[in-house]
DNA sequence: TTATCATAAATTGGTGCCAATTCTGGTTAC
DNA sequence: GTAACCAGAATTGGCACCAATTTATGATAA
């Protein structure tokens, strides 16, 4: 647990410049670098992202807050163990709040924004053949941040990426069974598709079956 | 800034049991005790609710990543300035939410819950005779509370009671209106009637001009 | 009189240390 | 052989101090 992770990190990241601590474990939990139930203990925290303790302490309370990471008073904080209704409700919120505005993303798109989300879909695409996971995980919110903000409503855009947050755990390792990347990426064409023709309902009828047959966060 | 402020406490607070900070500031901001924009250094808070050094800046730290609180680096934090724009987005969210649940609330409604919400409405209405304002704001979040865990989603319960926290400031100052006061007290008798009588339409109509008219938190 | 700069006060934010609690391993009693 | 218990180690969590940055104040010069 206490091995040196950073070369890990997404190319992006230079070891020189120091990312935020809780930015850096809340990734290695999403990507499940760190499963469910692992014991979080401040001093491994601090040797593994070369920081101190009042930062870790800080990373932790935060995700404790966001419920990632649950606190044991005088024990210590461990990843989540996520039950599976938790998980059916978030679905159903992101249902709701996505397919909820999906009438609004038909009626604020342009052809520039179709052109921008085709080629998001096409990097998803890309990174389902080369790239690391990591690349490939922000692949995917990059499309999905990008379709919501045609909605206009930025706040929700926010919400949304902070409820899909709440379903970590059992994370990255379903994604990884090549059907359902494939099948994901293919949705995704078929979403931005669907927006060219302003085709509500089929978008809605898209939206719901991606998020809901990949439950965690496809 | 720094005088003291725990005869404000309501009631049911004894002064000997000490409640978490990040709760009391909480209230602080919420019932508009501390208005947007007042600097909250940490000396006074301190003093303020008789608590150390390192119980403040969580607590600052919480409500900051809450957004309800701004963190000016080496400068300090102050009460979060709350836009139009971003009030009219929040609100747009609980609609997509509130609505998008309705007709799970009709479908799991019992007559006992039928009855709870009546009694949580009459309490509301009662505290707009007597009553302080947070006991008066507490009452309104129960009834509100009540209405969405009739749709059988515990999570969605906390992620509105959290977007609700977003848009503070400009808080119950708008409230104390007699008349959007009993405007909201009306809307409530008038949410549960419908519920009762099953009427989908008229529910959702109720909850979006509720949501709506009154828009902080009515 | 006003603008600018330097100095001083105040506030934030980081570091290190220590107490309190819990866990681990070994020992003893039954 | 098993269970309970006790001592030692490790971890969490609070506390006090100190450095760094920023704001306020006052003096000086134009």
């Given at each position: 647990?206490?091995?040196?992770?950073?070369?890990?990190?997404?190319?992006?990241?230079?070891?020189?410049?120091?990312?935020?601590?809780?930015?850096?474990?809340?990734?290695?939990?999403?990507?499940?670098?760190?499963?469910?139930?692992?014991?979080?203990?401040?001093?491994?925290?601090?040797?593994?992202?070369?920081?101190?303790?009042?930062?870790?302490?800080?990373?932790?309370?935060?995700?404790?807050?966001?419920?990632?990471?649950?606190?044991?008073?005088?024990?210590?904080?461990?990843?989540?163990?996520?039950?599976?209704?938790?998980?059916?409700?978030?679905?159903?919120?992101?249902?709701?709040?996505?397919?909820?505005?999906?009438?609004?993303?038909?009626?604020?798109?342009?052809?520039?924004?179709?052109?921008?989300?085709?080629?998001?879909?096409?990097?998803?695409?890309?990174?389902s053949f080369?790239?690391?996971?990591?690349?490939?995980?922000?692949?995917?919110?990059?499309?999905?941040?990008?379709?919501?903000?045609?909605?206009?409503?930025?706040?929700?855009?926010?919400?949304?990426?902070?409820?899909?947050?709440?379903?970590?755990?059992?994370?990255?390792?379903?994604?990884?069974?090549?059907?359902?990347?494939?099948?994901?990426?293919?949705?995704?064409?078929l979403m931005?598709?669907?927006?060219?023709?302003?085709?509500?309902?089929?978008?809605?009828?898209?939206?719901?079956?991606?998020?809901?047959?990949?439950?965690?966060?496809?």
């Amino acid at each position: 647990m206490s091995d040196d992770l950073t070369e890990m990190l997404a190319p992006e990241e230079r070891p020189e410049e120091k990312k935020d601590v809780t930015d850096l474990l809340l990734h290695d939990i999403l990507t499940g670098t760190l499963p469910a139930g692992t014991w979080l203990k401040q001093i491994d925290l601090e040797r593994r992202y070369d920081c101190t303790r009042p930062e870790v302490r800080r990373a932790l309370d935060r995700l404790s807050q966001r419920r990632l990471v649950q606190h044991n008073p005088n024990r210590g904080y461990q990843v989540y163990e996520l039950d599976d209704q938790r998980t059916r409700e978030i679905s159903d919120i992101r249902v709701i709040l996505e397919t909820g505005v999906a009438d609004r993303m038909i009626a604020n798109v342009t052809p520039a924004a179709i052109a921008e989300l085709r080629g998001l879909a096409r990097q998803f695409d890309e990174m389902s053949f080369r790239g690391s996971i990591m690349e490939h995980y922000d692949a995917n919110l990059a499309f999905h941040r990008a379709l919501l903000l045609l909605a206009g409503n930025s706040e929700l855009v926010d919400v949304v990426a902070e409820i899909r947050q709440r379903t970590v755990s059992a994370p990255v390792s379903q994604w990884r069974t090549r059907a359902r990347i494939e099948q994901s990426a293919r949705e995704h064409h078929l979403m931005v598709d669907a927006l060219e023709a302003r085709d509500l309902a089929e978008l809605k009828r898209l939206i719901e079956i991606h998020i809901r047959q990949a439950p965690i966060r496809a």
